[in-house]
């Protein structure tokens, strides 16, 4: 009777470690593909989560690395909206603000992955990437950001959830270094010199994912870098409001430009919408239309003999508008 006990026990054991071998051994082969992350934590991201033992796909390792990501900017949204309520520190209520809206925003990302539309899930998770990198950039003057380690883990899983829309994507299946170069000839195409601010511009196009996107998703990659650069001068130009010691003329000049910046915001905001429906025209109006407007900022502080005090990120602005025009021009209208 023991023998008879035996042999199937055997027979159990060993269909149960054959399934584990086989998704450890997915999860090792997924993660020796990143190179953007340490290959342990990869691989701990997932082990450490009892679902991952049922994964068998690559998909679905995708689907749970995507809620990974919204479980991590749920815990960060909270713990800081309680340090903001703590401590009514600007830098603390705008990350608090940051990963409440990346949230619904790596929910809609989920959606996409699970009925495979990649280049959304792409522009979604690096809407949520770049996100996370200005919550890091707004710890400014000795204040030390108290969820760093948290933070930085956040990073690294949005570097892991990118890696499976390259995975899964033909679209998205090159390498950083060949993304690095569609990003490089898009800039050279646009007629921009390669100077440190266009070689910011290959960064931003082409660093994230690690993959070679699609003209249309670059398009919108470029768009929404225009995007967080009105927002980061709009946030500056809030900043130089502030300055008690700034004289009359300053301040009209600076009231104009943030009048005119989150317009800039609202408008390109709109516009996006405009890129994603295919009305590519539309958009390309807009953002001449906004550089011309930007220019107007600085003659305002010219006409008052005074020199506008952003005029470096201003000029990154038109750089990044020169691209996504050109971006936007090199695409088919419906």
């Given at each position: 009777m023991k023998s008879s006990q035996f042999f199937p026990l055997v027979l159990l054991s060993s269909l149960l470690i054959v399934p584990c071998l086989s998704n450890k051994n997915l999860i090792n082969d997924i993660c020796k593909k990143n190179k953007d992350v340490k290959f342990k934590f990869c691989v701990a991201s997932f082990t450490s989560d009892r679902k991952s033992q049922n994964v068998t796909t690559e998909n679905e390792l995708g689907v749970l690395s995507l809620q990974h990501l919204i479980s991590k900017a749920s815990i960060?949204?909270?713990?800081?909206?309680?340090?903001?309520?703590?401590?009514?520190?600007?830098?603390?209520?705008?990350?608090?603000?940051?990963?409440?809206?990346?949230?619904?925003?790596?929910?809609?990302?989920?959606?996409?992955?699970?009925?495979?539309?990649?280049?959304?899930?792409?522009?979604?998770?690096?809407?949520?990437?770049?996100?996370?990198?200005?919550?890091?950039?707004?710890?400014?003057?000795?204040?030390?950001?108290?969820?760093?380690?948290?933070?930085?883990?956040?990073?690294?899983?949005?570097?892991?959830?990118?890696?499976?829309?390259?995975?899964?994507?033909?679209?998205?299946?090159?390498?950083?270094?060949n993304s690095r170069s569609v990003a490089s000839s898009a800039v050279s195409k646009?007629?921009?010199?390669?100077?440190?601010?266009?070689?910011?511009?290959?960064?931003?196009?082409?660093?994230?994912?690690?993959?070679?996107?699609?003209?249309?998703?670059?398009?919108?990659?470029?768009?929404?870098?225009?995007?967080s650069k009105a927002q980061e001068i709009n946030s500056a130009i809030s900043q130089l409001q502030k300055d008690k010691k700034a004289n009359g003329a300053a301040k009209e000049a600076l009231k104009y430009c943030s009048t005119a910046y989150s317009g800039f915001v609202k408008h390109l905001t709109e516009g996006l919408k405009n890129y994603q429906a295919k009305?590519?025209?539309?958009?390309?109006?807009?953002?001449?239309?906004?550089?011309?407007?930007?220019?107007?900022?600085?003659?305002?502080f010219s006409n008052q003999n005074l020199e506008f005090p952003l005029m470096k990120q201003q000029g990154e602005f038109t750089k990044l508008a020169d691209v996504a025009s050109e971006r936007i021009s090199s695409l088919p209208e419906n």
């Open positions: 960060l949204g909270s713990r800081y909206s309680i340090l903001a309520k703590k401590y009514p520190r600007k830098d603390l209520q705008e990350c608090s603000k940051i990963y409440s809206q990346a949230i619904p925003t790596l929910k809609e990302a989920l959606d996409s992955y699970k009925v495979r539309d990649y280049p959304t899930t792409n522009i979604k998770v690096s809407a949520a990437f770049d996100a996370s990198a200005d919550c890091v950039e707004g710890f400014q003057g000795g204040n030390k950001d108290p969820l760093q380690r948290m933070n930085s883990a956040f990073i690294k899983l949005a570097k892991i959830s990118l890696s499976f829309v390259a995975v899964d994507s033909p679209a998205l299946s090159k390498t950083v270094s646009s007629g921009v010199n390669l100077t440190s601010v266009a070689s910011l511009v290959v960064s931003k196009l082409g660093s994230n994912p690690t993959s070679e996107k699609s003209p249309l998703e670059l398009g919108a990659v470029a768009v929404q870098n225009l995007i009305k590519y025209d539309d958009l390309k109006s807009t953002i001449d239309t906004l550089t011309l407007d930007a220019e107007y900022c600085v003659d305002e």
